[in-house]
């Protein structure tokens, strides 16, 4: 049996640690992005701003952690002596070395929140403009029918 929260948990965990999630999450946000960006994606007003909360919060929980990421990813006091020296590197390099460290998983999430929340943006503003067009090309059919 597991925690009510352990299935969120776990997936964000795989989505930030596993490289092939890493990827394809960040995938998915460009293709939203760019399905938005042509105008064949759309969502209402009200939805949009729903998720585009969510987002805010997201982003605004992952800004007070990149303040503990940032004091992470100094290598560590722990001596003089080469031994120490190595295991400071040591820890630095796990945190911040390539694509799949922390720093750059941390980073590359923010990156795919905000490619979402820009994608919802202007999927609103396309539900909007297809919502005015849709008005504007019945309006004659209306008025014909009230009369």
């Given at each position: 049996m597991t925690a009510a929260g352990d299935a969120g948990n776990n997936f964000l965990m795989s989505?930030?640690?596993e490289e092939e999630k890493v990827e394809e999450f960040a995938g998915g946000a460009q293709k939203l992005l760019a399905d938005a960006k042509n105008g064949s994606w759309a969502i209402s007003e009200e939805g949009g701003k729903?998720?585009?909360?969510?987002?805010?919060?997201?982003?605004?929980?992952?800004?007070e952690v990149n303040r503990d990421i940032r004091f992470l990813c100094r290598a560590?006091?722990?001596?003089?002596?080469?031994?120490?020296?190595q295991v400071a590197q040591h820890v630095l390099t796990a945190l911040d070395s390539d694509d799949t460290s922390m720093?750059?998983?941390y980073e590359e999430f923010r990156r795919?929140?905000?490619?979402?929340?820009?994608a919802?943006?202007?999927a609103t503003q396309n539900f909007k403009k297809t919502?005015?067009?849709?008005?504007?090309?019945?309006?004659?059919f209306l008025k014909?029918?009230?009369s």
């Open positions: 989505v930030f640690t729903q998720f585009i909360s969510a987002l805010d919060e997201a982003l605004s929980q992952l800004a560590p006091t722990l001596g003089n002596d080469k031994y120490a020296q720093a750059k998983s795919v929140l905000e490619n979402t929340r820009e919802l943006i202007i919502d005015e067009e849709a008005t504007q090309k019945l309006d004659p014909d029918l009230e």
